[in-house]
């Protein structure tokens, strides 16, 4: 017997994660090319151009929806959503501050990966979305990915997260559109 434990975001919040998963991938891959192998390039730039489309198709789903976007229309919601993400960017932009001002600049990437990961832990909550949940999980592992790989290697941090938190959100982003909102069967 299966039951329906979490469904992907529906209607405009629908649209709305599949915009933003899009235009992050698109942020991401972009990043991933600023000390990329050449043999990486093409490929992040496709991922690029992969994330600007899925982007603009989450706009159209956005537009083409009715209903109203909790985070937007619900006071309580509004109020969380602008406390987690008040306290990302802050933590993120010190920790950035920090990192560049003592250094260790290559490190930003992987730092701003964790914090993006964790941060969807409690907006999964607040935004009634459990996909985020899991998605936070992989980026958190990417960022420990390019920790690990760039203390051992030549790759540049920024390449891991780059490549690493582009296709998590891309593949996100994709897997929302697809899903309409069916749920997720799970034994």
Known sequence: MTST????PVGRSRGV???VDGFFAFVWFGWGQASAPSWLVIPLAVGT???LLLAGAGVIVTRRS???LPAA???AVRRRYGIIVGLEFGLLGAGAGILGGTGYSQWIPVWICFGVGVHFFPLAG???NPTLRPLGALLIAVAAAALVVGLTTAVAPST???LGAGLCLLVFGIA???HRGLPVPVS
């Open 49 to 51: 151009a992969l994330g």
């Open 126 to 128: 607040v935004l009634g």
């Open 73 to 75: 229309s619900d006071p």
């Open 160 to 162: 891991v997260t780059g």
């Open 5 to 8: 434990a979490w469904r992907f």
């Open 66 to 68: 009715t209903g109203e």
């Open 17 to 19: 994660t599949v915009a």
């Open 176 to 178: 929302t559109l697809a």
